[in-house]
């Protein structure tokens, strides 16, 4: 096993010495080095010395400084082999994912067990979900990524089972999927006073619902009962809407939301209408739908007196109402969609993708159909 220096005998020095102790490792380190070696001494049973007695060793110098770019040239200039933090080192030291992210896991445990915790970072995490994090079998993962979910707003992991990203790609503590994710995003990029404005949603789940449901004063959502009467209060903020005629008067809302919906209305030139229709001028729609950019639009099923009959093999998706799923009846295109929307709805559309970037991987934003559309009214 590799043996290192720990250059920086200070307060980072001594975390990395008790992360290494919790983790049976701290025979290790070979020595630490530090201006102050002689009033030092020694860290548990590793001896501070001075640099210039360690460089010749040829072992790699872990640095634990505040200001580490002075280090980082002293150490370039005379050819050392060094880790800019343990976080690098332990990167470079474990090459199993899954023992590489228990001990990064551990090292941020040890953080926070030494500073009592930092907001919104893996710092936080308690006993009971650090070791739900150590117990989640991450060698089984086909995809885990550590970063910063737009939905919870924090520090996290990404981690998905299946090779699906899109449904399965999910924050370890909201338990996001990409496209709230995306939504999220969108939302804070084009209309960060959200919080103040009077948003409406069809058919919420997930962890935007949430969200939106706490943090929005004005938020209000809907789903659709057809045994029920149009617009009955379902419960606070919340009533029974049929996209196609709702109750709600005109220039109701800034923002209406629709997650996964416009692939399974009947209707779908009603439903934009009726959406533009219920939107303040200026206001804007936001959606996710999957859409083929490379197809036309097709529909999957016909609508006869008032009842709809697949014509092509019958697809379904999750239902937040439901347990059997919606029928899916259209598979939107590309652009010929986003031009319908616009021509029914007074609307001008845009459309947000995150294509491959450090960014969008540390924002969990990966998967396909990971498009969000943002549709400003322009005219009543």
Known sequence: MERIIIYGAGKIGRQYYEFLKLQKMDHIIEAFCDRNYKQIGKIGMAAVKDYHKLKGKGLPFVIAVFDSQEICELLQDDGQVYYKDIGDWINDYQENDMERIKMR???????????????????????????????????????????YCPCCKKKTIFVSYHYWLRDHYKCIFCNSIPRQRGVMKVLEKEVPEWKQMKIHESSPCGST??????????????????????????????????????????????????????????????????????????????????????????????????????????????????????????????????????????????IFEFPNSKENFENGLEGDFLQVVVSKKIRK
């Open 105 to 147: 896991l551990g090292y941020q445990k040890m953080l926070n067990l030494n500073w009592g915790g930092v907001k919104n970072t893996l710092d936080n995490l308690n006993e009971e979900m650090y070791k739900m994090v150590i117990e989640m079998e991450l060698d089984r993962a086909v995809r885990v990524y550590g970063g």
């Open 209 to 350: 619902f949430h969200v939106l449901k706490q943090e929005c004063k004005f938020y209000s959502y809907s789903f659709w009962h057809e045994t029920k009467p149009l617009g009955e209060r379902l419960e606070a903020n919340v009533t029974n809407q049929n996209l196609e005629k709702m109750s709600f008067e005109d220039e109701t809302f800034d923002i209406f939301i629709t997650q996964d919906v416009l692939e399974h209305v009947n209707y779908p030139e009603k439903v934009l209408a009726e959406i533009g229709r219920t939107l303040k001028t200026g206001g804007i729609h936001i959606f996710t739908t999957p859409m083929y950019p490379f197809q036309k639009t097709r529909s999957r099923i016909k609508m006869e007196q008032g009842i709809r009959k697949p014509i092509l093999p019958e697809v379904y998706h999750g239902n937040p109402i439901g347990d059997k799923g919606s029928l899916v009846t259209y598979d939107w295109g590309g652009y010929d969609f986003l031009k319908m929307v616009d021509d029914i709805s007074g609307m001008e559309s845009r």
